[in-house]
């Protein structure tokens, strides 16, 4: 009932910036929040940023914060995830997801997830 698109990855070099999109349709709005992971190969999924639909809240995992910043359009249904000086452990999966609780750190509170999207961080 909730569907999400992400867009925008690609393959940069160490320092260089990308901006991630994540269209959402369906309910969306009964969510508590939308998330950003990442999934490296062989590694579980990683929380990343989370921001609500309703305020102003936002969170951010340590390893992103003061380079990546989370935000929204609620009219467009959009959420962002703008990413600056990208690394190469940067490199990974990135997924948006949709919470349906107060638990932005943990991902069995997201039951909806897009299907991805690949960034790519040279060295």
């Known amino acids: 009932q909730v569907q999400l698109v992400e867009s925008g990855g690609g393959l940069v070099q160490a320092g260089s910036s990308l901006r991630l999109s994540c269209a959402a349709s369906g ?5 508590s929040a939308m998330g950003w992971f990442r999934q ?13 639909w309703h305020g102003a809240s936002t969170y951010y995992a340590d390893s992103v914060k003061g ?7 609620n009219a467009k249904n959009t959420v962002y995830l703008q990413m600056n000086s990208l690394k190469p452990e940067d490199t990974a999966v990135y997924y948006c997801a949709a919470a349906y609780g107060p638990r932005w750190l943990v991902k069995e509170e997201y039951p909806y997830w897009g ?7 040279s060295s």
């Open 40 to 52: 490296a190969p062989g590694k579980e999924r990683e929380f990343i940023a989370a921001i609500s």
């Open 27 to 31: 309910r969306t709005f009964s969510s």
């Open 115 to 121: 299907q991805g999207t690949q960034v790519t961080v």
């Open 67 to 73: 380079r990546f910043t989370i935000s929204r359009d």
